[in-house]
């Protein structure tokens, strides 16, 4: 038999420990401060050693609490996985999905009718939050995200791979100031998104250094770069996986031939203990069909501006 001490003593430690505060600890598992100290003094006994270190009323972890809380805290983690693994198979037929915000209206919601027609007896829930899964704590099944795809212990599929370019609205390609080459963006406003260098890495590319310097608009969302050019705002750059839908539709176009690969692009990710699930494959597999499908429209659009 394992030598361990109450689960609950280890569960208020490691709250307390991440939290480095007895009433936090106690928040977060919904019982009283007293609880948690209680807990924590009756682990220290089991232990005979103090985990913990009061100076200045501030709480610090001693030598040998440092040396127990990652191991507690990944015990804990495995736990919780095994739980919604063996939960998620109780569930099977509902998968909750995390998307960004970005992808999720410009490219998979205006394909979520394919999949329901496929696969009527399977549901999907969205959350959008713009933060990586933490598959042993979120209550989420698998999750698209944005990257190049070097993440451990979980499997990948590569949806899209990004390419940058600039696009605008079709009215952009006449008037006053006709966009007919790169050097034409001199007379247009740039449609900027927060925390990106693109405009950079593209002016650099057709050896316009001065373009990210140019007059701008600044947006802390590329959809709202994408509506702004498709107002005839201004010129955004565009990422294959947002914007292929708008060039479809018309109600954006793709100015100049110039597009430069990236790294990074949307993956679907889950634990490996549900890839043999079968709505999760059901999943999989329409994703993948789809980005292929995708693809072939890019390629062929690529290959009729070539010619």
Not at 93 to 117: D, E, I
């Amino acid at each position: 038999m394992r030598r361990l001490p109450p689960l609950n003593w280890l569960r208020a430690f490691e709250a307390t420990a991440r939290h480095l505060s007895f009433t936090r600890a106690a928040e977060e598992l919904h019982v009283t401060q007293a609880a948690i100290s209680q807990q924590v003094k009756s682990l220290e006994s089991w232990f005979d050693l103090p985990l913990f270190r009061r100076a200045r009323r501030r709480l610090f972890l001693t030598e040998s609490g440092q040396t127990l809380t990652p191991r507690i805290r990944e015990a804990l983690d495995l736990m919780a996985q095994g739980v919604q693994e063996v939960e998620a198979f109780a569930q099977e037929g509902v998968l909750t999905l995390r998307v960004s915000s970005s992808f999720a209206p410009q490219w998979l919601v205006p394909r979520l009718g394919r999949f329901y027609a496929r696969h009527p007896d399977l549901d999907l829930r969205f959350t959008t939050v713009d933060k990586a899964v933490d598959f042993a704590r979120d209550d989420v099944d698998a999750e698209i995200r944005f990257g190049a795809g070097q993440w451990s212990d979980v499997e990948t599929h590569l949806i899209i791979h990004d390419r940058i370019f600039p696009v605008c609205a079709p009215s952009l390609l006449e008037g006053d100031a006709p966009l007919r080459e790169p050097a034409d963006l001199v007379r247009h406003r740039l449609l900027h998104v927060i925390g990106t260098q693109e405009w950079k890495a593209w002016g650099q590319a057709v050896n316009l250094p001065w373009l990210p310097g140019r007059r701008a608009h600044v947006f802390d969302h590329a959809v709202l770069a994408l509506q702004a050019a498709i107002n005839g705002v201004g010129v955004a750059l565009g990422r294959t996986s947002l914007v292929q839908s708008e060039l479809e539709s018309g109600r954006l176009v793709a100015p100049f031939e110039v597009a430069l690969d990236t790294p990074d692009g949307y993956w679907l990710l889950y634990p490996r203990g549900r890839a043999e699930r079968a709505d999760m494959m059901a999943l999989r597999d329409w994703l993948l069909e789809e980005a292929a499908a995708s693809e072939a429209v890019v390629v062929a659009a690529d290959s009729r501006s070539d010619g």
